[in-house]
């Protein structure tokens, strides 16, 4: 929004001083006494608009120095970090083979079908009349 910038306020803030100059000018032509120039409804109003926008313009700059402040904390922790990694070469090829054993356990885990209940009955099934077959045949043939 443009009445968020630093350039709009500022516009502003010169723009209540003018009017206030002007106005100031104005009373003191009709040779208006100082104590009436401070009660003027019109004087207090163009001086409450120039405190509002020195307030706005102070949060403002009190932004803009902590989105520095983030911006060279990053700057510091990026360059933290590259020298880790220089340094570290060697933690850096440990970390990798640690993770290729824990991808290599996976794979294997994955490689192995699971048997349904149900094939596992049907095989014993199968096995039992293949050893009755033979026992048939073994007695048969005794």
């Known amino acids: 929004m443009g009445s968020k910038q630093k350039k709009t306020q500022l516009g502003r803030k010169e723009y ?5 100059k002007e106005c100031l000018a104005f009373l003191s032509e009709k040779k208006t006494e100082p104590s009436q120039i401070e009660k003027d409804p019109h004087v207090k109003n ?5 405190r509002a926008v020195d307030a706005r313009l102070q949060a403002i700059a009190k932004i803009e120095q902590r989105t520095a ?6 700057v510091e922790k990026a360059a933290a970090a590259l020298k880790a990694r220089a340094g ?3 933690n850096e090829k440990e970390k990798e083979k640690k993770e290729k054993g824990k991808e290599k356990g996976k794979e294997k885990k994955e490689k192995e ?3 349904a209940p149900e094939e596992g009955k049907e095989k014993k099934k199968k096995e039992k009349k293949e050893k ?11």
């Open 88 to 90: 570290g070469e060697e």
């Open 113 to 115: 079908p699971k048997k």
């Open 46 to 50: 163009l001086r409450a608009n120039i």
């Open 16 to 20: 209540f001083e003018r009017k206030l």
């Open 132 to 142: 009755e077959g033979k026992e048939e045949k073994g007695s048969e043939s005794a």
């Open 69 to 74: 402040e983030l911006a060279k904390a990053k």
